[in-house]
């Protein structure tokens, strides 16, 4: 891709000064509204990726910039040293909201899994009897949820895990999807908590067999196992429902929400349930500085309610549904598959043509040329590409978006 400039100048400043943990698009962003961003050349794109669905609501949302605007000239922080006016309202709305007793605010979402995690070791010891220390929890092959240590101990992913050793203890993996293998190591009695996303994102947004979700919350009631739902990708109208786990019509015991629960404006996340698993955790016994501010609960009031009032999980059921269709209709050799929910949607392609480097070209040459034509999505996988728009995206956006993906599809469909 070519580079102006003015680009080419943050780029480099970035490459010299900051550490080199991720590989970002060469696309320097300045300026966004709705489904749509700007580069620092003025150069329009739609996003197809949204943060990692953090932006649900859109790029800057009038009415979410506005909570914050109004909160943060009255308070922003006040540490849980003390109550504050706007904590007590959200929890009481976002639990009446989604049917919960509790929550407990954290900021990102790794931050969310490692308190779900701590609770359901603690509710296993303290509620169910296990003795102590010996709690386990049932994670899924591919999974994603976030970069913390404890969280990363669950990983199957090399390049997540890899050489971060040594690791958490505690944790049972099976593969995604299989309930027969979850049965099975639900036997072990010490077994606390069932954790898994809906709908796995980052593994490339793999969608589990139709019953799956329901399968396992009943096989994890059965033995009295907390059924734990990592919706921080997958949650608050993404996928088409304003939860994923609403497609099986199963609540889980342990909510866990992050990314667009601020509409991408601060970082905020929380962890909802009963208050039998929320109260096993006692005052001084987790927290966190940020957790629960003031602001980040206007603004995460604002950021659901426009979730709520523009009926986004609606939008994105159908608006995906039309996006799955037009691209299965293609009928590209070089598409293996096409899957995904609401606009959670993700394609696996062939290896195809000449990178230049010896090799064929992949899922990261593609999101290289989308950008030059305008849109901006990411790679999951070597020959993944997650498709993951603002739910804000209108007609003719999506239209457009998706006569730009079609347009880059068919050119790298003759280099096969
Ligand atoms: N859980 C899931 C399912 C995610 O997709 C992610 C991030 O992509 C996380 C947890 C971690 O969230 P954060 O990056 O805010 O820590």
Redesign the pocket.
Known sequence: MHLSERSSGFVDLENAFGGKNYAPLPVVLSRGKGARVWDVDGKEYLDFLSA?SAVNQGHCHPKIVGALRDQAERLTLTSRAFYNDQLGPFEAWLCGLLGFERLIPMN????A?ETAIKLARRWGYDVKGVPQDRGKVIVCSGN????TLGIISASTDPASRGGFGPYLPGFITVPFGDLEALEKALEDPDVVGFLF?PIQ??AGVVVPPEGYLSGASALCRKVRVLFIA?E??TGLARTGKMLACDYEQVKPDLL?L??ALSGGIL?V?AVLGSSEVILTIRPGEHGSTFGGNPLACAVARAAVEVLLDEKLAESAFASGKVFRERLSSLNSPLIETVRGKGLLNAIVIRPHGDNGKGGKRTAYDLCHELAEHGVLAKQTQVHTIRFAPPLVITGPEMEQGLSVIESVLKRAAESL
């Open positions: 990692y990102s979402g790794a931050e899994v994603f949820h976030g970069r996303e994102g980052e990592d921080v990708q866990i992050g990314k970082p996340s």
